[in-house]
């Protein structure tokens, strides 16, 4: 059928002439190109800002998890199990009876007087632990913990991803010493404990505290003496964890802390002996830690214990600065 020329002409676009350039597309308005370029510019942004507007897990959280995953290894529950161990074989060796009970009785010295003098003195028992583990076992624990704690993150790789996460170096310290605290905490408390229950149930002594001075005091302030002790040693081992951190963060080998601590806590000893060096003395951390047992006397001398409590949070101060100065200066 055939169309009328007045529909096709309707119908259809006009032809255009020829010998005329073919039409363009229309060029878009400034109004479009500039939504254009805004709706481009806020998803560069967002893409720019996304890492920048995350934020720090809060820091209740990340103690938790340092607590969590700190204390729960297998190597802290074989150090706190050594620690029990100790006041456990001293109540159970002090009640045996015989020539070898009576030749540790008589020997000479402070160590084995202060270890026979428990026998039928029961309350006795958690003071003399916490001397005898003060000068080595306790120290090792912190110092071990405070060695995983950066120089162990440095060595497995994670702590490059710590000191990159919105957390803060300093916060990243906070946290560390924190969870070396807590084992500071941890360890005491097993030795005082387990050598309170072991002295009542192996030694005895009818509830009351024969004194190194020869007077007798009652269960309360026998209590008392006996927190006094554990807090005193607990400051004294966060002062020693307080050096391992700062050595841990001096260093990416994991050894070298308890290494550094040990070989110290040895040296001290060695100066503190020697006479002609007695000028030392005031400024050694180990020069103290014999004071503990000053509350065993009565009346209590106080000048070691006090001296102790000193240079023990001197040495924490410094310790946690310079372990604040090495993780800010360490590269990530």
Known sequence: MTVPAHRATRD???????GAAPATPAAPTAAADTEAHGRRSGRRAEVAEGPAVRSAAPLWRLLRAELRFGLAGPRTLVTLAVLALVPLLIGIGVTARGPAGDALAAAPGPGPGLIAAITGNGLMLPISALRVTLFLLLPLGVSVAAADALAGEAANGSLRALLLAPIGRVRLVVVKAF?????????VAVVTVVG????LTFVGGGGQLLTLSGT???FGDAMSRIAVAAGWALLQVSAVGAVALAVSAL??????VPATVLGATIVFGVLNVIPSLDWLRPVLLTSSWSSVTDLLRDPVPTDGLAHGALLAVGYLVIGLAVAVAGTLRREA
């Open 196 to 199: 309170l229950l072991a002295g």
């Open 12 to 18: 259809q676009p006009a032809a255009a002439p020829t």
């Open 216 to 218: 007798s005091v009652g």
């Open 251 to 256: 260093t990416e080998h994991a050894l070298v």
């Open 179 to 187: 969870g070396v605290f807590a084992l500071a905490v941890l360890e």
